[in-house]
Structure formats: structure tokens, C-alpha cells
């Protein structure tokens, strides 16, 4: 306890009644009451002196404790008049990528907010300040000293800072939540993709298996071998084998080595390869290439895979024979391919499936060889999309980014 007001009031109220005694010895009578009710007045001011002292000690030490608090919390903790940082705590720190509270304190919080959310978070502070009620939870993205961008979810307050009117922003790294979110989908997503393709499996091979059975059932029962019965059953089986060989094709891993190549060297190799295929089906390919074109950061095989495959389909998609436009340049970083057939092209509503496995629009095809083809192209960082009109054709877009 402190008793420093109390022991320096009384001890002045007891010297002014000693001055008394001393001095002004006929007047003690008539001053008896004053000096009492003095020394009343002195103790009554001491001990709300020392009320008051005990109060700001325990309220410096509440401070204390607070920040204490504060800077051993896990989350990021900053105290901001307006967008002026005027306090950041250790994990703050560690966020932002500062070596100490001096790299950060004093300067805009916008500097560290990703662009598409400073608007957002304008609003958000101006909303604080003006309802007093905090915005709780909303996800941000923040730029790091060292121009990382961290996803981050941050709830802001209203509190009084050393005298100012400031908010209190609590700020939870999301990276780690996010990366556990996108491993959940990828793994829902494989989920569902070997249940879509174990029914697509069973679907695809069970309609040749049944009429290889039902062929073989009816020559039992007439008891003869008949010719077509075996044609029919050998087209069926050949029919599964190519199921089973695209399907390996799939799913076997590969690795793959990416080199810097010349994509107009595979164009030309492919269009030779498939030509004599083209002319016997009356189609004539034409290709245009700007010269001059860049590497490619790419698997080489896989990338003529690609184009044979997308060549092929503008080949079947035009059984009376017609003409193929093959057009190659360079957009904006990236290469674009673009191959142009005259078929019967493909309606709207089958337009959103293609890509799926066992989804084709084909007599006898299966929906892998697009898929594999999209896979590739995304693997290199690239985008494939197809646009189609019926009756005029269809055509496929192929991006890539250079070397």
C-alpha cells in the first residue's frame, strides 16, 4: 500500500498546527476547529492521492501485461490511425517480412495490401470508424517487404491508441488453410474423377461384351459358324482393346523432360506424318507460320501427340473430304495455334462435356484422346479451347507460353 499523499498532507497540517502553538499561542482556541477540520482536509486529499497512484500503477501494469499479451500472440497484430501503422506486434513482424517494428511503424497499411483489396479495405476502415462495430473475418491478400503475397483473413476494431482514435487489426495467415483446402478439393476431385471413369469403363466395355455374347449364344443355338457372327465379334474385341490401350495411355506416368525446342519444327514434322492420311481422305491441310517464332519451354513428344490428335479429329469430322487451316503466331508472350476444320462441327449443348472421359461426339471414339490432350496442354502451363458451330466447323485454340 502507499501512503506517500497521506504522510506529506498530515505531516504539512501538523507543522501549520505547530506554527500555531509556537506563534499565535492566544488564538489556539479560535483555531482549534480550523486545524482540525485542516487536518481532515489534508488526510481526505492524501489518501485520494494515493487512490489515484495505486490506480495508474496498476493500470501501467495492466498495459504492460496487455502488451506482453499481445506480442506473444500467434496471429499478426496491428494498431493503425487511419492507414498509419502506429504498432505492429512480433508476428506482425514475421508476416511482413520485417526485421523489426521500425520497418513497418509510420508507413501505410495500403502499401501492404494487394491492389484488387484496397478499396475493399478503405471501406472496411472507414465502416469501423464511422458504426464503432467490427468487421470480422473478411479474406485479403497482403504483399510481403519481399514481394510475396500472402492470403490472410483480418478482423478490425475500434479502440483509443495513446490518445488517438485507432483500430486494432487481428490478421490470421489463410496459407497453409488454403493449401489444406486445394489438397481436399484435388483429392475429391481425383475421387470423383475414378468414379466417373470406372462407370465410363464399365459402360464402354460391357455394350462390346454384350454383343460378343449374344453373337456367340445365337451361333451355339443354330449350331453353325457363321463369318459375319466372327467379323462383328473381332470388331468388338478390337473395340475394347482400344479402350484398354487409351486408358494406359492415361494413366501411365511419364516423365517428362522439358527442353527448349522450336514449335514450328514439330508442327511441320506432324503435318508431314498425317499428310498421306489427309490426301487419302480428300483434305488438304494448309499451314501459315509467322517466321521468327520463339522457343518453347516443352516435351516434345507430347506436344506432336497433341497436335496429331487435334489434326486427326479435323481429318474424321470431314468424311467427304474438305480443308484444314493450320494458322501460327505469337500473341502477347504466348504461341498460338489454331487449327481450322470444315466438318459438320459440334452442337451447343454437347459443347460443355467435351474433354470428358467416354464423352465424344465419334462412331468409335472414346473421349481419352481429348482428355490426354487437354492434360498436357495444362501441364504446360498452357490453355487448349474449342469453339464450334454446326454445319460450319469447328476450331481448335491452342496457347503456350514462350521460353
Not at 501503422?85 to 520485417?98: C, D, M, S
Not at 464503432?132 to 475500434?158: A, H, N, Q, W, Y
Not at 488517438?164 to 484435388?186: F, G, H, P
Request: hydrophobic share 40%.
Amino acid at each position: 500500500m502507499i501512503y506517500t499523499g497521506r504522510l506529506v498532507t498530515v505531516s504539512v497540517c501538523a507543522l501549520m498546527v505547530l506554527v500555531h502553538l509556537l506563534f499565535f499561542e492566544g488564538e489556539i482556541k479560535n483555531e482549534a476547529v480550523i486545524n482540525l477540520a485542516a487536518f481532515c482536509l489534508a488526510y481526505f486529499l492524501g489518501w485520494q492521492y494515493d487512490r489515484i497512484k495505486i490506480e495508474n500503477k496498476r493500470t501501467e501494469e495492466g498495459a504492460e501485461s496487455y502488451k506482453q499479451l499481445v506480442e506473444l500472440l500467434p496471429d499478426a497484430v496491428f494498431i493503425h490511425e487511419g492507414e498509419t501503422i502506429l504498432y505492429v506486434n512480433k508476428a506482425g513482424e514475421k508476416l511482413l517480412g520485417a526485421s523489426q517494428n521500425t520497418d513497418l511503424i509510420g508507413k501505410s497499411i495500403y502499401q501492404f495490401i494487394k491492389s484488387d483489396y484496397q478499396q475493399l479495405s478503405l471501406r472496411h476502415i472507414q465502416q469501423v470508424y464511422r458504426s464503432k462495430v467490427p468487421v470480422m473475418d473478411t479474406e485479403k491478400e497482403l504483399i510481403t517487404l519481399d514481394g510475396r503475397v500472402v492470403p490472410c483473413g483480418v478482423s478490425s476494431l475500434f479502440m483509443p491508441f495513446q490518445g488517438r482514435e485507432a483500430l486494432l487489426s487481428i490478421v490470421k495467415d489463410l496459407t497453409i488453410q488454403k493449401a489444406q483446402t486445394a489438397q481436399l478439393v484435388e483429392k475429391s476431385e481425383k475421387l470423383a474423377l475414378v468414379g466417373q471413369l470406372a462407370a465410363g469403363i464399365a459402360h464402354e466395355i460391357r455394350n462390346p461384351l454384350t454383343s460378343i455374347r449374344g453373337f456367340l449364344q445365337l451361333s451355339h443355338r443354330q449350331g453353325e459358324h457363321r463369318d459375319d457372327y466372327f467379323e462383328i465379334m473381332i470388331t468388338e474385341l478390337d473395340r475394347i482393346n482400344l479402350i484398354v490401350s487409351e486408358l494406359l495411355g492415361v494413366s501411365k506416368p511419364v516423365d517428362v523432360v522439358y527442353k527448349k525446342q522450336a514449335v514450328t519444327t514439330m508442327l511441320e514434322d506432324v503435318v508431314a506424318l498425317i499428310q498421306s492420311q489427309a490426301l487419302m481422305d480428300n483434305v488438304q491441310i494448309h499451314v501459315n507460320m509467322e517466321p521468327d517464332m520463339p522457343l518453347l519451354y516443352c516435351e516434345e513428344n507430347q506436344l506432336k501427340q497433341v497436335f496429331l490428335n487435334v489434326l486427326k479429329n479435323g481429318i474424321e469430322a470431314m468424311p467427304d473430304g474438305g480443308t484444314i487451316q493450320v494458322e501460327m503466331k505469337r500473341i502477347k508472350g504466348f504461341i498460338q495455334i489454331q487449327v481450322k476444320d470444315e466438318g459438320s462441327g459440334i452442337s451447343a449443348e454437347h459443347m460443355p462435356k467435351l474433354g470428358e472421359p467416354f464423352y465424344t461426339t465419334k462412331e468409335k471414339g472414346t473421349g481419352l484422346g481429348l482428355m490426354t490432350c487437354m492434360k498436357i496442354i495444362d501441364s504446360h502451363c498452357g490453355e487448349l479451347n474449342i469453339s464450334s458451330e454446326k454445319e460450319k466447323g469447328t476450331t481448335v485454340e491452342i496457347k503456350l507460353p514462350v521460353a
